[in-house]
């Protein structure tokens, strides 16, 4: 019967995929005279050539760190979505020990990321804290904090480390030491290998240590883990500061790998993309692995189809939106799961 | 010290202040009437961008902003629609279907402004319809007030007016007394005969509709165009005015005010050189400030393992 569910499972998983798929090529339909071959470009475009082969794996890693960051808050049923925000916050903490620490080899770049989860994690304190001490909505809060990052973030960044010398608004650029090494020709980012290791390590966590039993003990049912004698808002305080560091790292790892630069002037989405990541993967932290991929797929697809075909590549974001509505949606083939479990009950 | 004053007896600063908190106000209604029967409504955000989308689109298009208007109220209401129906018909968590709705909204909205204008920031180049102002001729005579509540939006007095028409409808009306007794216990509610499921679907229609509005004002009256992601959080600003307000019309109103008031506070303290990230932070931070208060408010009229 597992198995007829979980097969059950994956066929509305599919289902969803191609339903967004369907309605992606509508929206295609109206907005260009050519839509199958936009539709080719989105489809086929991230494996067409080496390069952008490179530039759909690179697009995972900060995906990767987001959806796992919020697959962690998600699992204990806390609505914390300010992984945006401390992503952000987190690239700035990496920005400010790059170009103020001294340059010293590795120990400069181990403390950049250090500083990038540190900072990260700060940003996440606020929303745990005003819950756990006031029973604060950390929805409202978290989203809240989004916002002050972004106008902190620029503020600073635009008043205090811009590179004048530079074109367009950005930082100085960090030393050599406080780089991320890109391999291959392509610059595949290294940061992949970290975010798998993380995964790995989040992953055995949340399902072989005690305190993963208490996250998910609490997802599963709040009232029933303080009656047995877990300390709720302590686990839920410190699930948001371990998600808020996730996120951090993955600030700082995008940008000492990618940019070495403070690059962005608005938020590059990858905490919003997080929570559908987080989604797709049902809240599993070893999931989160082909879900990032997924939907770097999807991001990297739009992104092709729009440099090729003048599309505007947000078509993507409303792919995913209808994703989550239909993966959410717990109804959806209800009546056939119900059917498998009437009739095997049956038989016994 | 000295501008805080000057500001409070300058009725042009109280006139740019129910400017600001007319999308506020209608958003807190739509907060409100989506709370009230235990619906929290995240997509509000969503629902007043879309509304502004359209509302901006068709109005440029008809080159008549009424119809705009509509339209755009009719595209927040589907929106509605979708998130009733995939939450209450489907199962699906309000607060994810909310963000993804957001989301939706987000994406919808640029590709279609790409698609209809080949720019993906504004829609300033099809040439909009504002949506008139009105003067009212007794209004204007009165000497400080006049100032200060003459030569609005026709949708500021709307917001005005239907702060009470929501007053009036949730305490007093059947059909408001049976929404909010879905909201306080849907079992009891059930046992009466009460339909849960209709009293949600209505609850966030209605919100649905007055999301609409507030979106329409950003676009066909506060500014005159659509900007991508133009509400920027005033969805969820709203949700926190309601908190505070709890459950009456009339203190969401005044927690919409007090946003309303920082905000136009804000653009005094810009015209000191003060930079405009640290004052468009200010209704952010009042925000936070505000959900503790409220807060701490509900955790003394509560026991705390209830509250869990």
Known sequence: MKAKIAWLEFLRFALSILIALFIGYVFLLFGTKNPSEAFKWFLYGPISTQRRFVEFLNNAVPLMFTGLSLCLVFQAKIFNIGAEGQFFFGAFGAMLIALTFPAISWIHLLLTLLGAALFGAAWAFVPAWLKTRWKASELVSSLMMNYISYLLVLFLVNNYFRDKAAGALVSYRFPQTAWLATLTRFRLNSGLFVAVGVVIVIGLLVYRTKFGYEIRAMGANKKFAFYSGINVSHVMFWVQILAGAIAGLAGGIEISAMYRRFVWQSFPGYGFDGIVVAIIARNNPFLVIPSAFFIAYLRVGANIMGRLTGIAPEVVIVLQSIMILLITAEALLAKFKQRIIEREAMKE | ?308
């Open chain 2, 1 to 308: 010290m000295n501008i805080v004053v000057s500001n409070i007896v300058d009725p042009a600063f109280w006139y740019s202040v129910l400017r600001v908190s007319t999308p506020l106000l209608f958003a807190v209604m739509a907060a409100l009437l989506s709370s009230i029967t235990g619906t929290i409504n995240i997509a509000i955000e969503g629902m007043m961008l879309m509304s502004a989308f359209w509302g901006t689109i068709i109005g440029a298009f008809t080159r008549n902003p009424w119809i705009g208007l509509m339209v755009g109220i009719f595209s927040s209401t589907i929106l509605a629609l979708i998130l009733a129906f995939v939450h209450l018909r489907l199962n699906a968590n309000l607060v994810i279907a909310g963000v993804a709705i957001n989301l939706l909204s987000s994406g919808f909205t640029v590709f279609m402004l790409f698609l209809l204008t080949g720019e993906k920031g504004t829609s300033a180049s099809l040439g909009s319809q504002p949506i008139p102002r009105l003067d009212v001729p007794l209004l204007r005579d009165i000497p400080f007030v006049g100032k200060m509540l003459n030569n609005h939006n026709a949708l500021t007095y709307l917001a005005i007016i239907s702060i009470f028409v929501v007053d009036y409808f949730i305490r007093k009306t059947p059909l408001g007394v049976r929404m909010r007794a879905v909201g306080e216990n849907p079992n009891a509610a059930v046992s009466v005969g009460i339909s849960v499921s209709k009293m949600r679907y209505l609850s966030l229609i209605l919100s649905g509709i007055f999301a609409g509005f507030a979106g329409a004002f950003l676009s066909m009256g506060y500014v005159s165009w659509f900007a991508r992601d133009m509400t920027s959080g005033r969805g969820f600003i709203a949700l926190a005015a309601q908190a505070l307000g709890g459950k009456s019309a009339i203190f969401g109103a005044f927690g919409a005010l007090l946003f309303g008031i920082a905000e136009a506070f804000g653009f005094t303290l810009q015209s000191l050189r003060i930079p405009s990230e640290i004052t468009n932070m200010i209704p952010f931070i009042l925000t936070l400030i505000v959900l503790v208060i409220y807060a701490r408010l509900r955790i003394k009229s509560h026991s705390r393992i209830q509250e869990l």
